[in-house]
């Protein structure tokens, strides 16, 4: 298994383990008003508790934790973004769609599979340090599930940023990731490769530290055992 495979267009979802997210989130699932940021952080002191022999990175559980919570309450209150269904990369809720009443809920819900930490990233003029790759599936209009990324580096507060996000614009299995302060998109591949296409430079992602749904598992069954 390569470090990007969840890049990779499937028919199946790559996703293997579900939280039980509802234990936590008590909220009807048609509540039209829900602070994201209690059950984020319910969640993540959940995780970073049962993390007992600190074999996990704290800031990847805490990272997780935020955007893995946040997914499943767009999911409940259609806030989800889906951009497999609709165009010029406009971020609209599903719930604003035509289509929302007929989507099938793999279409509704934008799956975390995994988070990449990356010590530093040079773009043409551009420095990034202590960069975070999160990797999502979303079930397109073709029944396959594609990836959704979205792009963090952490602020002396110790508080996560989106800096970027992404998607397979083009169905070719490269990721369009639009970058703040970056003058044009770049490219990302399954190989783990950035493409500038004004320079046709490539530009190695150094995964130094990563986390998955199957990680996330581990850490709650070892506070079953």
């Known amino acids: 298994m390569g470090k990007f495979d969840s890049l990779l267009k499937t028919r199946k979802s790559k996703r293997k383990y579900l939280y039980d997210y509802t234990k936590l989130y008590k909220k009807g699932r048609f509540a039209t008003s829900v602070d994201y940021h209690y059950f984020e952080n319910l969640y993540t002191l959940e ?38 269904f609709v165009e010029n990369f406009s971020r609209i809720p599903v719930n604003q769609l035509e289509d929302y009443n007929y989507m099938p809920e793999d279409s509704r819900k934008a799956s975390l599979l995994d988070i990449k930490y990356s010590k530093h990233l040079s773009l043409e003029n ?3 340090n202590d960069l975070y790759l999160a990797t999502f599936e979303i079930f397109d209009k073709e029944n396959n599930f594609r990836p959704y990324v979205l792009l963090f580096i952490k602020n002396d507060e110790n508080v996560f940023l989106e800096i970027g996000q992404g998607y397979d614009s083009n169905n070719n299995g490269n990721i369009e990731l639009s970058i703040e302060s970056f003058n044009y998109p770049i490219f990302l591949t399954p190989k783990g490769l950035i493409l500038l296409p004004l320079t046709n430079e490539k ?23």
Not at 210 to 220: E, L, M, P, V, Y
């Open 47 to 84: 995780l970073l508790d049962n993390n007992k022999k600190k074999k996990y990175n704290e800031d990847l559980i805490t990272l997780w934790g935020k955007l893995d919570m946040k997914s499943y309450i767009d999911y409940d209150l259609g806030n989800t973004i889906n951009l497999y």
């Open 203 to 225: 530009i190695k992602f150094n995964v130094y530290d990563s986390i998955t749904d199957i990680d996330i598992q581990k850490i709650q069954k070892s506070n079953m055992g």
């Open 126 to 128: 551009i420095e990034l």
